[in-house]
């Protein structure tokens, strides 16, 4: 199974702040990458697929980079509802799928 | 709208099975297929399995051979999750997700979970 690692586990931010996510995978994936958004008690919600291709409906602020093991997440000038726990999760080794282990971004 | 709804909360005994139901609305159901994903309490996200809602191929994780079992039923497009010989750490919530495969070419690399339930609870004590 290929092992996602995403970094920092947990990030400490404020309103309007640029904040990025890393995700590091085992093995080369291409763009074989997703990002997910997850708010207390809510399922999953996706925000990027392909690694840089944004979801229908999801605010421009949210971008994706990266290719082979290294992969990002960034979200411009950061808004009260982005509080919440975001996973990265591969398909190159379709199955199995994994996710990264989870960064929960927290207010300041 | 499409939407994913998920039978209620599951209260089971160690070694009982539990049967999750995820009835889909709003799409052609057999045009896609349903991923199944768990998280433990103050945990991540475990990807259980795949299966097709056209022709009821699955693939399921290596962590749940021989315990778990999907299935659809496209007559009233619902698909079903049962789990067996349930244990204490099976304890978690419980997502089907649909899959949306986003250049249209039905490759599973090419896929995304767009489409999630709202979950069951599943707690297994005894």
Known sequence: DIQMTQSPSSLSASVGDRVTITCRAGQSISSYLNWYQQKPGKAPKLLIYAASSLQSGVPSRFSGSGSGTDFTLTIDSLQPEDFATYYCQQTYSNPPITFGQGTRLESK | ?126
């Open chain 2, 1 to 126: 709208q499409v939407q994913l709804v998920q039978s209620g909360v599951e209260v089971k005994k160690p070694g009982a099975s539990v049967k999750v139901s995820c009835k889909a609305s709003g799409y052609t159901f057999r045009t896609s297929g349903l991923s199944w994903v768990r998280q433990a309490p103050g945990q991540g996200l475990e990807w259980m399995g795949w299966i097709s809602a056209y022709n009821g191929n699955t693939n399921y994780a290596q962590n749940f051979q021989g315990r778990v079992t999907m299935t659809t039923d496209t007559s009233t497009s619902t698909a079903y999750l049962e789990l067996r010989r349930l244990r204490s750490d099976d304890t978690a919530m419980y997502y089907c997700a649909r899959t949306y495969y986003y250049d249209s070419s039905g490759y599973a690399r090419r896929s995304a979970l767009d489409i999630w339930g709202q979950g069951t609870m599943v707690t297994v004590s005894s």
